[in-house]
């Protein structure tokens, strides 16, 4: 069983930047996918970016590449999003997820569902 909690979140100005945090604990493999999911209201849970913690593949969505970034310290087992640049479609609450991973597991078709932990979000509101 894998905990996952969110911290980071909070209110900016266009153009602002954040840098999210997901503390991990517990889980007994050696290697997870993890990766930040977002979910504005009365829209589906959909993918930031992951990142396998063993060879640290990268994932990034459209919407996220050249702005955000995913990082992951093994020593802390942290999980971090430095979002730069925000706009005020980014806000939404963000989601740490995590699930098992595999060399051979395409990062870029996992959807949420396929994630089995969750930590309980935190809340990014970027204003105009």
């Known amino acids: 069983q894998v905990q996952l909690v969110e911290s980071g979140g909070g209110s900016v100005q266009a153009g602002g930047s954040l840098r999210l945090s997901c503390a991990a604990s517990?889980?007994?493999?050696?290697?997870?996918?993890m990766g930040w999911f977002r979910q504005a209201p009365g829209k589906e849970r959909e993918g930031v970016s992951i990142i396998d913690t063993a060879d640290h593949r990268t994932y990034y969505a459209e919407s996220a590449k050249g702005r955000f970034t995913i990082s992951r310290d093994n020593t802390e087992n942290t999980l971090y999003l430095q979002m730069n640049s925000l706009k005020p479609e980014d806000t939404a609450m963000y989601y740490c997820a995590a699930r098992r991973c595999f060399s051979y597991t395409s990062l870029d078709l996992l959807p949420p569902s396929l994630f089995e932990y969750w930590g309980q979000g935190t809340q990014v509101t970027v204003s105009s």
């Open positions: 517990g889980g007994t493999y050696s290697r997870y996918c």
